[in-house]
């Protein structure tokens, strides 16, 4: 037999301010009542599941004399009044035990199981149990997949953000060497060095004056023959950016 006598607070939360369990040492019998075969139950308050009938419960509202509410409002709790429950598991109620079973001298004892096996006494049969656990697990288990299908798909889209920043510091790296190879053979062709080149000159002729803004991209880089002569879809040739329109630069 176990008893419980529980004392709640009752405020916004509820709060135990004190709990007694008596336990008193009880037996399993099987249910045709057979003399012979009982089971010791060790323990009981370690297994889970147990849940204890309601015997008693009682509400005693606080009182709120002068110094009560001086109390509360210093500590900013207003306490309703306190509840008195009792719960036990009651003599002939019927319980299934899922255990170790271990047989002491004369009867046999059922105990929390080692290597932290989980221990029940419960008032469902053991169809029930069995049924109620399973579905405890199904959870678990879609819980899982979801916690895993969550965690993989933020370890892709950072692995792709990752891929797409590798990506572009290549592409840039190559255009860049690109460009270096193109104005070194538009050198050679002029029979210039890099310091006769004006610093205004378009980045494609080496000639003519800068005279154009790239949009969106913003690159002043070209003059407007050698924008006129890009190959359409038209692109910056500095970042390879589509040119959307461009907007001529007039020197005064
Ligand atoms: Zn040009
Ligand atoms: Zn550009």
């Known amino acids: ?12 939360c509820e709060k135990i301010i004190h709990q007694r369990t008596n336990t008193v040492p009880f037996d399993l019998v099987p249910p045709d009542c057979n ?11 370690e297994s889970s599941e147990l849940n204890l009938e309601t015997v008693f419960e009682k509400f005693h509202p606080a009182a709120q004399t002068f110094t009560d509410i001086i109390g509360h409002y210093i500590s900013g709790e207003r306490p ?6 009792e719960e036990m598991l ?9 255990g170790e079973l271990v047989l002491d001298s004369n009867f046999i004892k059922l ?8 221990y029940y006494l419960s008032r469902l049969d053991f169809d029930s149990l069995v049924r109620k656990q399973e579905s405890k697990a199904k959870l678990w ?14 370890l892709l889209f950072i692995l792709r953000r990752q891929y797409k920043c590798y990506k572009t510091e290549q592409d840039q790296s190559r255009l860049q060497r690109e460009m270096l190879a ?4 538009r050198l050679q062709e002029l029979d210039l060095t890099e310091d006769e080149v004006p610093q205004n000159a378009c980045a494609i002729c080496l000639t003519r004056d800068r005279s154009c803004v790239f949009l969106e991209c913003g690159q002043v880089c070209s003059c407007m023959a050698c924008y006129e002569a890009l190959p359409v879809p038209k692109k910056c040739p500095i970042c390879r950016n589509a040119i959307s329109r461009i907007v001529p630069l007039y020197n005064s």
């Open 182 to 185: 193109v104005k070194k053979q």
């Open 141 to 154: 288990k879609i819980l899982t997949l979801v916690f895993g299908i969550i965690t993989c798909a933020t």
């Open 80 to 85: 309703k009044g306190i509840k008195e429950t």
């Open 35 to 45: 003399p012979g075969v009982s089971v010791r139950v060790i323990k009981p308050l």
């Open 111 to 118: 105990q929390p199981p080692k290597q932290g096996l989980q």
């Open 1 to 12: 037999m176990v008893w419980n006598r529980t004392t709640h607070i009752w405020n916004d």
């Open 90 to 98: 009651r003599d002939k109620d019927i319980i299934t035990g899922v």
